[in-house]
């Protein structure tokens, strides 16, 4: 029986196994919901870099540069990190580069998984039936906020957790996170509107919440592969089926 | 209004602000549970020191030594992690060096608090109560296994977040610490029964979880002061009030 282990900050990575395992990555609030609205929306595929500057440096090659820190859009970049800006009239056979505060650090620090996966509400049940269908090892790698645990992406885990029914999900990590997910389900935007990043969007007037908990809107399968990641064929991830 | 802050693994502590704070060091299974029980039957003080081989050197000064690594005692020591091992006959006004797997390292790496305290469910109550008279910003540190994240040490922090009633538990870490509190107080036993820790004690033949989960048996506040863990007098803890 496969496992699912939950890693609840990126600080946490170095302690867990990711050999051999898929890794999911989960920044829910906002880089891996607006990374499936990108491919989604018909972008070609996204390059996830660690700095503003190193984004930039894209640009020469028609890339789009998008770039957030602390919840705002850099100035001089074509988007930040809010999934309404990566419409299809935008985005639609470009490829993107972009840099974001938690969510393309806990990928990038992912790297020895076998393979890496980016989760989001806006894609649960397609990567769910993927992971459902590959049978193999999953670390659920949450981005946080600069490495703080937060409770949007615990509670990503916990359902996707959920949905993985075959799978062993013993170890502590999970066992809390599918707890939380049930206590949660029923009323999550009221339980996510309490939490520090759903704070922080109302000081800084970002309404970018029902975008990002808008239930498989996106029925993609973004994988990271070659420091790019684009949407899996539908033939190859069970959806078609 | 003073705030609680959870840190659910050593390895978060420097993505944490100490200063000025007060830390409670939280390894239900099984150090910070023994350490309240051996003040309780009327030990002296505490020592916890980083390895074995430092335990020992306190021998020749006549303290007792006690040693535990993967959840059993090491030979040659006066007594391992277990409660059981800490009685009144054996402990009374003896000062004991200690070293655990968990507990100790999480203590050690806690000490840019301005104060710091022992929790466990055997004192529960007791450290609340004095919490509450000191109004002071307080950050529960869970001690984990080997900065894996651990069920009991959360659930602990959230039952202690939840008895905080007039501080702010607003951060991500104790809205989810409170949250799994509520969803297992009823039945604590059966959900600390799932944690890997309890798994890790049958298969070690361990049976400490009635005594580790018998609330409010030990009604001591055990600081740590100069190397030293103590119990505050009754008079400054608010528990003789």
């Given at each position: 029986m496969p496992s699912v282990e939950t890693i609840f900050s990126p600080a946490l990575i170095q302690h867990h196994l990711l050999d051999d395992r898929y890794a999911v990555i989960i920044d829910v609030l906002r880089a891996t919901t607006s990374i499936c609205y990108a491919l989604n929306e018909g972008a070609k595929a996204l390059t996830p870099v660690a700095t503003p500057e190193h984004c930039l440096q894209y640009r020469r090659q028609g890339y789009l540069c998008a770039a957030e820190r602390n919840g705002l859009k850099l100035e001089g970049?074509?988007?930040?990190?809010?999934?309404?800006e990566f419409r299809r009239e935008?985005?639609?056979?470009?490829?993107?580069?972009?840099?974001?505060?938690?969510?393309?650090?806990?990928l990038l620090e992912s790297q020895q998984a076998e393979r890496i996966f980016i989760g989001a509400f806006v894609n649960l049940?397609?990567?769910?039936?993927?992971?459902?269908?590959?049978n193999k090892d999953v670390v659920l790698v949450c981005?946080?906020?600069?490495?703080?645990?937060?409770?949007?992406?615990?509670?990503?885990?916990?359902?996707?957790?959920?949905?993985?029914?075959?799978?062993?999900c013993d170890c502590d990590s999970t066992l809390m996170a599918?707890?939380?997910?049930?206590?949660?389900?029923?009323?999550?935007?009221?339980?996510?509107?309490?939490?520090?990043?759903?704070?922080?969007?109302?000081?800084l007037g970002v309404d970018d919440l029902p975008l990002c908990l808008d239930m498989n809107r996106c029925p993609v399968v973004p994988e990271y592969i070659?420091?790019?990641?684009?949407?899996?064929?539908?033939?190859?991830?069970?959806?078609?089926?």
């Open positions: 970049f074509d988007m930040g990190n809010s999934p309404d935008k985005v639609e056979g470009r490829e993107i580069a972009i840099t974001t505060t938690n969510g393309t650090y806990a049940d397609a990567l769910a039936s993927f992971l459902i269908r590959e981005a946080g906020w600069k490495n703080k645990v937060n409770l949007e992406d615990s509670l990503f885990a916990g359902a996707l957790a959920t949905c993985l029914t075959n799978f062993d599918k707890e939380l997910w049930l206590a949660a389900e029923s009323n999550l935007s009221e339980v996510i509107d309490q939490s520090s990043h759903a704070q922080r969007f109302k000081k070659e420091n790019r990641i684009v949407s899996l064929p539908l033939q190859n991830t069970g959806i078609a089926e």
